[in-house]
């Protein structure tokens, strides 16, 4: 019976779809939109000119699937849209509009006041408002920056279903091309024409993919083809991509006499470091000389955005953006007498993958590695105020690019450990008998642990950062008396802040009881949902020590009438210890925390939200102490 | 001459003379090009010793020509001082500019350079014409972008640029305040007698200057030869003549305006800046009837209700006459019928998000789309409702983001959006049917903003845009308390207004089933089971979730239970921590959060401790904060009332609603300890 029941719904909603949405209800479920059928197609003219023509036809079933009534077509100097096309259809196949070029709105890219670009976007929208309807888009871009060969993710947005997707790449006969495939059912499909190899990928029904608290990049886990070009040329200049090596080959004829400065400049330069030995206290001197005397602009049109501004233009205006930047920092230190080498990266917290046996274009930005004796010492060079030598959680920790004259070589740069990423804090806290208090906090901050207070030092004003010292000390009431911070620049920098705060009914009396919760600034207040089954990896990528050390003194004529338990957690995920010790009137509270980063099993996050919710359950217990009776 | 004067305007083409006086008045600290050695020695702001750039002085000066219709020249001349890293973002300068049609504004003659001074040297770089880029940001808005050379601590960076607009409606606004100190800030606008504006001032600051001249401007006029066609048509030819006006020029300046810094429970920064506003009100040309652009409110009542994107969409009732109808048939009582539009409109128009009091079209258009703007949508709300023969009308409203606005005569580009005023008997309602989940009589949050205008031919007033719900939530627990310590029952939570609002929000954006995966999670000891909800979709009533409450004890009885009884609901953390408030807090809507909890006391087990009774006021009835315990055999029973009565409270009130949370929470934090009867 309730098999008939199913059977009868799939047919009743086959009927209410009408002719052209007979959608599988597997793709349904979960979905707002399903992407009946996606053509991609990539001909590839010669290497420095290619034609990308994608055909779309989505069908949307309620108003979160909109989105996929909206067409983004990317476009800039070297990325030219040759047209696009659209019709919409109402849900009995019956056609509502064609898309007018008119209607296709061109807008800039690019909207900080500290960048040019000329990246822009062409947007075309076909929204309805009565459901389903479909949608069918086709455009074509062409291209003459053959760097990148297009990617082909078929189920690129959530709670959307792909009912039939395709790509194809047409090679012209003599060119070769690369391509990694990643969670696909069926491997490519080759075959030759006479003047043409080609290959093909084909994909079916794929339902939607949700996603997990700590699970790892979408990137990760979906079907999805990259490709990458053997021999390209972008403006003129040839090269091959077969190797980190020829890439990086590439890119030393685009930055080919750009490092050339001002005879006056080096002389300046020299001038500052002589009498010096020491390499890394010369490295220090050009640094600061970067740091005082340019800005980051981010000024990148056609070629612009892969080839560096010469190092004369960047000694004479004072700005350029990473590429100028660092392009100019190795011509000083050449001119002081150390080479270094220009080094391409992924920046940003989350931007770590790169596929190291796959080489292409991966990194969107450029540092500086010089080579030491022992290690490596590598310089952010858009920063007015980092430290030499500190990669942090911006580039720190992955793997980069170095362009050597021999060509590109693919390193890691430093990593930062649950060791280097520090908060230490020792305070003491001096309570009275009505409850409130007065303590005296000082933390020491490092590695990637300092880099909020690092921020905070160098863009707030002294009024924002007291404010913001307000918003982020997490005690229920409190007064800030004083404060100072103050940062030792360094390889492994840190800021070590003073707090003189004092607290409003910091402990609760309950008649003849006083509460202690002995956790004065450092409670965990949240712990993630145990979301049942899971499918993917968990995935921590911050490692850091928290170590607080916190010294009550009580008022007098209170007994200890409670006191919690010792905590001792060691798991795979971090250690956890927490004590309370009592002298007398003096309670000492020490807590430690370790959280390590690592990549676990699925079936752990259950564990690990537990071990989470231990700490929680941890972080609230309380002290009890009763009036003595005099 | 004069006899040709107005044929002038109108059909031939002239130029700005050379006659206009184009320097403005006394003094001028900045002088384009020079900058002395003191200030590029300062190294310091003492005004605002933490500022990290500081405006020297900025200079505006508005003045109208004449080339195929009139324009309004803008000339602005800034001057700052770097003083540390974090102020370089003042060397990177976007100057947006307007393109509607044909009509359009140009932004031309940049010109820029960078002070330093290096080893006693001073060095003066030029803003290159090649490093100012030209964006288009959409289809209207465009942005002249540069960056200036050699930005160091201790530059000084001016530049100057003039921006031509056909656009007179907005004369070029003013803002004598920014987010660094601006230490000299004048404006100049020299007006025709053909032009009256409305100059609306606003901030906490006052003017160190403010005057206005009166003066001749001449115009040479220069027209050239015209062929017009058709009957009687032929050649004219060309020639120039003198033009005199009189005209107004009035000034402007603020010294030492301090920086400008966000702060919570606010509508607006843009509401707390010093600036001014110009709106145009009449255009009267020599020997011509005036114009009225807008003026007084019987007039812009008059003008909208006529406006084929306003009053004229108020009578095209045609295409929803049988739904009307129907609605009619099937209600009597007019509040019914009210009801039953709002949620005619509300389930037929989905909103776009666009603002603005102006139709985007024929409304009959957005109800076949089945999509449009908040005109559209609330213009049709409004027109349904008349045609209902309900007392109805629309109101201009600013919403809170969009800032104040001000009274007294129209300036109607201080509106943003516009609702629906229905008056039933003595009852009004303001409806807005822009969100489904809103009940008929409900504003959205954002129009909470001040007073609206109600535009209607008898009826003309402001109205107050006060809430008519509040953030209504109701805790009620039942718990009974295990000898281990643990606790297991129930809890109903309900929620009215706008916190009823903002839980069907989220239900309809997640769905019931991961709402309840969401509330339904283990935190510490207390874990939450089984949610049901009641009146998702009912808007008029009370929301309710009931679910199941337990807590994990000890493994076995314990001789003391210490428990916190507002179960980790209550207020931890004051949300007024900083010493002191410059502007009003503005929550916008009152709140109101009732909390009751009984706990059943084991047997064997007696109460040792319970928190006391507590009442708190704040001075003249703004809000009031009531703990109760009340005991009863085994049953202990504590209410926690926090009512916040006003949506607004003034800068002064501040420390009263500092200290007024602290004892909240201070409460909130207290414990229940019970005690096991020792059994001799």
């Known amino acids: 019976m309730k098999r008939n029941l199913h059977k009868l719904l799939i047919i009743m909603l086959w009927v209410m779809a009408g002719p052209v949405l007979g959608a599988d209800p597997d793709l349904l479920k979960g979905a707002n939109a399903i992407i009946n059928q996606e053509e991609k197609v990539f001909t590839v003219h010669s290497p420095s000119k290619g034609t990308t023509h994608v055909k779309r036809v989505v069908t949307i079933y309620n108003e979160h699937g909109n989105d996929h009534a909206k067409l983004y077509v990317h476009h800039d100097k070297l990325n030219k849209v040759d047209f696009i096309k659209g019709t919409s259809y109402d849900g009995n196949g019956k056609k509502i509009k064609s898309l007018k070029n008119s209607e296709i709105r061109n807008v800039s890219a690019s909207s900080a006041d500290n960048e040019v670009l000329d990246n822009r976007v062409m947007i075309a929208e076909l929204t309805h408002r009565v459901y389903p309807y479909k949608v069918e888009f086709e455009y074509q871009t062409t291209t003459s920056n053959m760097l990148f060969y297009p990617n082909w993710v078929p189920l690129n947005s959530s709670k959307t279903s792909v009912a039939k997707a395709s790509f194809q790449v047409m090679m012209p006969k003599g060119m070769k091309l690369r391509y990694r495939e990643s969670n696909l059912a069926e491997k490519v499909k080759q075959w030759s024409t006479t003047t043409h190899d080609m290959y093909s990928w084909e994909i079916s029904n794929l339902t939607p993919v949700e996603s997990e608290p700590y699970a790892p990049s979408m990137l990760e886990l979906l079907p999805m083809v990259r490709t990458a070009p053997s021999d390209f040329e972008v403006q003129g200049y040839k090269g091959n991509m077969d190797s980190w090596e020829a890439y990086g080959k590439w890119i030393n004829q685009l930055n080919q006499g750009r490092d050339v400065l001002p005879e006056a400049t080096k002389a300046k330069l020299q001038a500052m470091v002589a009498g010096i030995d020491d390499p890394v206290e010369k490295i220090n001197k050009v640094y600061q000389y970067l740091q005082s005397n340019t800005r980051y602009v981010s000024i990148q049109l056609g070629l612009g955005g892969w080839q560096p501004f010469e190092a004369s233009f960047v000694d004479s205006k004072g700005y350029g953006d990473c590429k100028a930047l660092t392009n100019y920092t190795k011509a000083m230190l050449q001119a002081v007498g150390i080479p270094s080498i220009y080094a391409l990266v992924n920046g940003g917290s989350d931007e770590r993958e790169v596929l190291t046996d796959f080489p292409s274009s991966q990194f969107n930005h450029v540092i500086l590695s010089v080579p030491m004796k022992q290690d490596t010492l590598w310089l952010e060079c858009t ?93 229920p009431a409190f007064d800030v008396k004083s404060y100072s911070f103050n ?144 | 001459m004069k006899l040709q004067t107005s044929t002038l305007f109108f059909s031939l083409v002239l130029l700005l003379g050379t006659g206009l006086s184009r320097g403005y008045a006394q003094d001028q600290p900045a002088k384009f090009g020079k900058v ?42 800034t001057r700052i001082k770097v003083l540390k890293k974090s102020g370089y973002d003042v060397a990177n300068i976007s100057v947006p500019y307007y393109q509607r049609n044909s009509k359009k504004e140009s932004v031309y003659s940049i010109k820029g350079f960078t002070y330093n001074q290096e080893g006693g040297k001073v060095t003066k770089d030029k803003l290159e014409s090649k490093a100012v880029f030209d964006e288009q940001t959409n289809e209207n808005w465009f942005a002249k972008k540069f ?52 100059q609306e001032q606003q901030g906490y600051l006052r003017f160190d200057e ?41 000034r402007w300046v603020i010294r030492n305006a301090p920086a400008l810094r966000p702060e919570k429970y606010i509508t607006t920064l843009r509401d707390y800046q010093s600036k001014i506003d110009f709106e145009l009100q009449t255009v009267k040309y020599p020997n011509e009837l005036p114009q009225v652009m807008t003026g007084n409110w019987d007039d812009v009542t008059k003008d909208l209700l006529m406006a084929e994107k306003f009053g004229s969409q108020l009578n095209r009732k045609g295409f929803f006459k049988a739904e009307i109808a129907a609605i009619t048939a099937k209600h009597t009582n007019p509040e019914q019928q009210m009801i039953a539009i709002h949620n005619l409109v509300k389930s037929s128009v989905k909103w776009n998000n666009k603002y603005g009091y102006y139709t985007s079209g024929p409304i009959r258009k957005a109800f076949e789309n089945r999509s449009g703007s908040v005109a559209d949508i609330n213009l049709m709300l409004t027109a349904m409702l008349q045609d209902a023969g309900l007392n109805a009308g629309p109101v201009l409203v600013s919403t809170r983001e969009h800032g104040r606005v001000p009274q007294g005569s129209p300036m109607l580009n201080k509106f943003n959006y516009v609702i629906a005023h229905v008056k039933l008997g003595d009852k009004e309602y303001l409806l807005d049917a822009t969100d489904p989940l809103l009940p008929a009589g409900m504003l959205p949050v954002r129009c909470l903003n001040g007073q609206g205008r109600l535009i209607k031919k008898d009826d003309q007033r402001w109205v107050a845009l006060t809430p008519t719900g509040k953030l209504t939530k109701f805790f009620n627990g039942e718990l009974t308390i295990n000898p281990n310590g643990g606790l297991t029952g129930t809890v109903t939570e309900s929620s009215a207004g706008y916190n009823a609002l903002s839980i069907r929000r989220t239900i309809l954006e997640d769905g019931k089933e991961k709402f309840a995966e969401k509330i339904s999670k283990e935190v510490g000891n207390y874990k939450v089971e089984k949610p049901e909800f009641k009146n998702v979709e009912d808007l008029n009533q009370t929301l309710s979730v009931h679910y199941s409450l337990s807590a994990s004890g000890n493994s076995q009885p314990v001789d003391v239970i210490y428990l916190n009884p507002m179960l980790g609901q209550g207020e931890t953390e004051n949300p007024f921590k900083l010493e002191e408030r410059l502007y009003p807090v503005d929550l916008a809507v009152p709140i109101d959060y009732t909390y009751v909890i009984k706990f059943v006391i084991p047997e064997g087990y007696e109460i040792e401790e319970s928190p006391k009774g507590a009442i708190i006021s704040l001075p003249e009835d703004g809000g009031k904060f009531m703990y109760m315990v009340q005991r009863e055999g085994n049953v202990l029973q504590i209410m926690s009332k926090i009512n916040m009565l006003k949506p607004v409270y003034f800068a002064p009130e501040y420390p009263y609603l500092k200290e007024f949370y602290n004892q909240i929470v201070a409460k909130h934090a207290e414990q229940i300890v019970l005690k096991k009867i020792s059994s001799n």
Do not use: C
């Open chain 2, 36 to 77: 002395d050695e003191e200030t590029l020695k300062m190294r310091v702001y003492d005004q605002d010793t933490s500022a990290a750039a500081v405006v020297l002085s900025d200079h505006g000066y508005s003045y109208f020509t004449y080339n195929k219709g009139f324009k309004v020249v803008f000339e602005r001349h």
């Open chain 2, 210 to 250: 403010s005057t206005k001249t009166k003066s001749k401007d001449s115009f040479t006029v220069v027209w050239s030869s015209n062929i017009t066609p058709g009957m009687g048509g032929g050649r004219t030819s060309g020639g120039s003549g003198q033009v005199e006006a009189s005209s107004d020029t009035y």
């Open chain 2, 147 to 198: 960056t200036m050379p050699n930005v160091k601590e201790g530059s000084v960076i001016e530049y100057s640029y003039t921006i031509t607009s056909d656009f007179l409606y907005n004369l070029r606004e003013w803002e004598f305040q920014s987010t660094i100190p601006v230490a000299y800030s004048e404006y100049n606008v020299r007006i025709p007698e053909y032009f009256h504006y409305k």
């Open chain 1, 383 to 475: 920063s007015q105020f980092e430290s030499a030598g500190f990669s942090g959680s911006f580039t720190g920790d992955r793997h980069a690019l170095l362009i050597t004259p021999e060509g590109g070589k693919l390193v890691k740069t430093q990593e930062y450990t649950a060791k280097d990423n520090v908060q230490s804090r020792l305070a003491t806290v001096k309570l009275d008998e009505s409850g409130n208090a007065v303590a005296q906090v000082q933390t020491r901050y490092t590695g990637i642990e300092h880099e909020d207070h690092r921020d905070v030092i160098h863009n707030l004003s002294p009024e924002e950062q007291r404010k913001w010292l307000y918003r982020n000390i997490s005690i």
């Open chain 1, 487 to 630: 940062l030792k620049k360094g390889r492994m920098p840190e800021v070590n802040e003073k707090l003189e705060l004092s607290l409003r009914q910091f402990v609760t009396i309950s008649g003849k009881r006083m509460f202690l919760t002995p956790n004065l600034m450092n409670r965990w207040n949240t712990v993630p949902q145990n979301t049942g089954k899971r499918k993917y990896e968990v995935v921590r990528s911050s490692a850091y020590t928290n170590v607080d050390t916190i010294i009550y003194e009580m008022p007098a004529g209170f007994a200890l009438e409670f006191k919690p338990n010792d905590f001792s957690f060691s798991t795979a995920f971090g250690k956890f210890e927490s004590k309370v010790t009592i002298d007398g009137r003096q309670v000492t509270y020490i807590r430690t925390l370790q959280m390590d980063k690592g990549r676990y099993k699925p079936e752990v996050y259950a564990a690990m939200v537990a071990f989470m919710n231990d700490v929680y359950k941890a972080d609230q217990q309380q002290v009890v102490f009763v009036k003595s009776i005099k």
